[in-house]
Nanobody, 123 residues
Framework: QVQLVESGGGLVQPGGSLRLSCAAS????????MGWYRQGLGKQRELVAT???????NYADSVKGRFTISRDNAKNTADLQMNSLKPEDTAVYYC?????????????????WGQGTQVTVSS
């Protein structure tokens, strides 16, 4: 099985910074796309940023210029550096990975989610 574990959430003042980290573990063959999504209270989950194994990135318009996604393919990790945080960035942030993995001697691909980490931007 494959697990994703996020860390780095917390409480920060407007204008501050946080860095989220996601680590994938298990019988991983490869990870194509890793990404960060968020879900605010009473809102639908939305894409924040994604990064391919080749390093191509994609960002939501609301975070462009403020957030930076990066990854380490050798360690199966992805980070999200969040700067100039705003109250509207408050949400639970989820890591997502499109993973190829082994199970029972067979190869599978699938989407995996982490458990989420809370980010609160407030004075």
């Amino acid at each position: 099985q494959v697990q994703l574990v996020e860390s780095g959430g917390g409480l920060v003042q407007p204008g501050g910074s946080l860095r989220l980290s996601c680590a994938a573990s298990g019988s991983i063959v490869s990870i194509n796309v890793m990404g960060w999504y968020r879900q605010g209270l009473g809102k639908q989950r939305e894409l924040v940023a994604t990064i391919t194994s080749g390093g191509s990135t994609n960002y939501a318009d609301s975070v462009k210029g403020r957030f930076t996604i990066s990854r380490d393919n050798a360690k199966n990790t992805a980070d999200l550096q969040m700067n100039s945080l705003k109250p509207e960035d408050t949400a639970v942030y989820y890591c997502n990975a499109n993973v190829a993995y082994f199970k029972g001697g067979l190869r599978y691909t699938g989407n995996r989610w982490g458990q989420g980490t809370q980010v609160t931007v407030s004075s």
